[in-house]
């Protein structure tokens, strides 16, 4: 139907009569020959003028700042490298003077002990001794009282003897007795 | 909906598309219509609907790069990031066909793709003109290239670029037979390369033309098919403006390339 309608109204209408498409219209050519290339070069001269060496500048410039970053991350890197070294040299040091503070500081101590030990024995021997000498002297002056009473007493019994006049074989008896008890209160005194 | 209904709504119609139909043509928007005559030394340079079109494709790119460009900055926007990512792109392309040498070829590269992709998008917009659906526009365009390859391919090599149309390692008795396939299949490049654009141009436009003149022809309840198709297609020669380009520079980087190390 519509191709009716069309033959139809081709047939009344000159337009549609034209045959073939527009674009064989030679007429029009010379002029859009000329203004093709006019328009192509006119926009390859703005787009080489303006765009092109923006966008080239604009790259380069993305490219040599993303190329200094690297470097600069990459001197980073090797700068905490060199830091890590050093620190970890250090820390080394530092372990190792612990470790020598640590024996010198047991041996000090090992030292002290000793000579605290020694300086008590000498000062329990002192003692010791002094207390001997101590126990020495009691005992002489002991002795010293008792031959003190002793002498007291016999003078004692010699007065008493005497006043009782009694013969010499009873005087010996008891001076015997009494020499005798002598010796004993002073091996008890022992 | 029955057909017997829609058969009825397009007999009523159907006298309407008749009456309309000069003005319903979907090869009508290919018409160049000259706005202003110039003829100086009989030298036709008349500004055309096509002529016009042409400038504003050459205004919308550089405008829209100018934009992207306005104040670029290390940190791209959105839209610098888009420009750069169309110099990389093409950047690209001439380094992998042509390679270090193209690099003397790539602010016209750069012009040519832009060139024909605003000129295929523009070409979209409703009621304006598809400047690269004119057989002549991407006739000039495909000569120009065609014959700087020969002067690039002769400026080169001399007469050792006659050697092109010799394949390496052919049997001497093939000459004859293969010597002539290479000269036509040489000549057809800027053929094939003019036709397949404003082939694919012209095509996608007419069914566009077509789809839309089925849309206001038919009534409501019809309407709505041709219209809806006429929406994905249009997203589709979107698709089809920005292949179109690609596919032209890329051939042209191919052919400057033959001329450039021959083969």
């Known amino acids: 139907m519509i191709t009716e309608a069309y033959a139809s109204a081709g047939a009344a209408g000159k337009e549609a009569a034209a045959s073939g498409l527009p674009q064989f219209e030679s007429s029009v050519f010379a002029s859009q020959i000329f203004w093709t290339f ?47 070294a050093n620190f970890q040299g250090q820390l080394v040091a530092a372990r190792q003077t612990a470790a020598k503070m640590m024996e010198e500081a047991r041996l000090d101590a090992a030292r002290m002990k000793e000579q605290a030990h020694e300086e008590l024995q000498q000062e329990l021997t002192k003692k010791k001794n002094a207390a001997l000498v101590e126990i020495e ?47 004993e209160s002073q091996a008890r005194l022992h | ?9 397009w007999a009523e119609t159907a006298p309407n598309v008749a009456a309309g139909a000069p003005k319903l043509d979907p090869l009508h928007h290919f018409q160049v219509v000259n706005y202003v005559k110039l003829a100086p030394f009989g030298f036709d340079i008349s500004i055309s ?18 934009y992207a460009l306005r104040a670029p900055t290390l940190v791209p926007g959105r839209m610098q990031s888009v420009a750069e990512a169309a110099y990389l792109f093409l950047d690209g392309i001439v380094n992998d066909v042509i390679g270090p040498s193209g690099k ?27 400047v690269t659906s004119q057989l002549i526009v991407t006739g000039t365009l495909a000569l120009s290239i065609f014959v700087l390859c020969i002067f690039l391919g002769v400026y080169h090599h001399g007469w050792k670029f006659l050697g092109f149309f010799v394949p390496h390692g052919l049997p001497p008795f093939l000459l004859p037979l293969i010597v002539p396939i290479e000269v036509i299949s040489f000549l057809a490049r ?3 390369l ?12 007419t069914l566009l033309g077509v789809l839309f003149f089925f849309t206001v022809t038919l009534s409501w309840f019809g309407a709505w098919l041709p219209f809806g198709f006429t929406v994905v297609f249009s997203g589709f020669e979107v698709f089809i403006g920005f292949i179109q380009a690609y596919i032209f520079t890329m051939l042209t980087c191919v052919y400057l390339n033959d001329a450039l190390h021959l083969h």
């Open chain 1, 38 to 84: 006019v328009s192509f070069f006119i926009l390859l001269m703005l787009l080489r003028k303006y765009v092109l060496p923006a966008i080239e500048t604009i790259l380069d410039a993305r490219a040599s700042r993303i190329a200094d970053e690297l470097q600069k991350a990459e001197a980073g890197r090797k700068e905490a490298e060199r830091l890590q």
């Open chain 1, 137 to 183: 002297q009691a005992k002489h002056k002991a002795m010293e009282e008792v031959r003190n009473v002793v002498v007291e007493l016999s003078m004692h019994v010699a007065e008493k003897l005497i006043v009782k006049s009694m013969n010499t074989e009873d005087a010996n008896r008891m001076v015997q007795e009494a020499m005798t008890n002598l010796g």
């Open chain 2, 1 to 9: 909906m029955n057909f017997s209904l829609v058969a009825e709504a």
């Open chain 2, 49 to 66: 609907n096509s002529v016009v079109w042409m400038w504003l494709a050459v205004a919308v790119a550089f405008g829209l790069f100018r």
């Open chain 2, 104 to 130: 003397k070829f790539f602010p016209g590269i750069f012009t040519l793709f832009f060139f024909v992709l605003f000129c295929n998008w523009l070409g979209l917009i409703p009621g304006s003109f598809t």
């Open chain 2, 190 to 192: 800027p053929v094939s």
């Open chain 2, 194 to 205: 003019a036709v397949r654009l404003f082939a694919n141009m012209t095509a996608g436009h």
